[in-house]
């Protein structure tokens, strides 16, 4: 079974602005893959369009092997339940505990409304969710409120939450995008060292080739709407890729524009 078929992928806009050219490429079971491209590349649009959240002006898109355009509402919730997905901005609900939070993931399994779910999941849900918390280190702050803590832990929080949903698949949109480097690279840890721990599927939508080339063991890499490199990382020559990439002006424009120094600190807000 593959995990994600794309094929001729097109997406244009009603401005007209072509933001996906005749993308194919296949993903299968077990994989770690990175979609690598700057900003405006079309790395949101592809992802939106593989999750569902965009419907492609051409091309089709399958994923475990049933295809996603044209789906019904209730087939996308099912398909959507073997896919964890990790966001930028997190997807926390601010006001709840990180427990509750947590605890949330395992929605998607029943059929009851959250608040009922909250008050009354079994012993067996509630166990899960602190085997979770635990496992991203954040049992100290369980009671706490979502939005009392920082950046890095939100993520992990995000990360327990999807850990509940017991995906198949990991598909992960700038998972590190608005954190500082060292809570970014925690998270990217913390990330890949369950992927190997469960023997997940993962796509990660990434602009940092640094970081792509640390973790990813395929990379596909898009420039302006195109596929241009589709390669396992060891076989892509260093030299091609930072050309094809073009990462000096990359860190020329992280060191010039987006990186603040607070209180010693380095925080990139690159994009
Ligand atoms: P990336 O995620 O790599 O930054 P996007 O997929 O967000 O790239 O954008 C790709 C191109 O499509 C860009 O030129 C962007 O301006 C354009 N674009 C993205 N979303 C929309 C939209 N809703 N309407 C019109 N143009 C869009």
Avoid at 217 to 223: D, G, P, S, T
Wanted: net charge neutral; aromatic share 8%; hydrophobic share 40%.
């Amino acid at each position: 079974m593959s995990i994600l078929q794309v094929e001729h992928l097109n997406k244009v806009y009603p401005n007209g602005t072509e933001a996906l050219k005749d993308i194919s490429f296949r993903i299968e079971k077990g994989e770690s893959v990175i979609i690598l491209g700057h900003n405006g590349s079309g790395k949101s649009t592809l992802f939106r369009c593989v999750t569902g959240f965009e419907k492609p002006t051409k091309g089709s898109v399958n994923i475990f092997d049933r295809p996603l355009h044209p789906i019904s509402k209730k087939e996308l919730r099912n398909v959507r339940k073997n896919i964890g997905m990790v966001f930028q901005n997190f997807g926390l609900i601010h006001n709840l505990s990180v427990f509750q939070n947590v605890l949330f993931g395992a929605m998607g399994k029943t059929t009851f409304a959250f608040q009922t779910f909250s008050s009354f999941a079994s012993s067996e849900w509630r166990e899960k969710a602190m085997d979770a918390v635990e496992r991203v280190g954040l049992v100290h702050v369980a009671k706490r409120r979502a939005d009392q803590l920082s950046g890095g832990q939100k993520q992990r929080i995000a990360i327990a939450r999807m850990l509940m949903q017991e995906p198949e698949v990991i598909l992960a949109d700038e998972p590190i995008a608005s954190l500082d480097p060292k809570a970014g690279k925690e998270v990217m840890d913390l990330l890949w060292s369950i992927v190997e721990e469960k023997n997940l599927t993962v796509i990660a939508v990434l602009h940092q080739l640094e970081i792509a080339k640390e973790y990813g063991k395929r990379i596909i890499a898009l420039k302006e709407g195109n596929k241009i490199i589709d390669a396992d990382k060891d076989g892509i020559d260093e030299t091609f890729l930072n050309s094809i990439y073009d990462l000096e002006t990359t860190q020329k424009k992280y060191e010039e524009v987006n990186v603040r120094k607070i209180g010693g600190i380095e925080y990139s807000t690159f994009q």
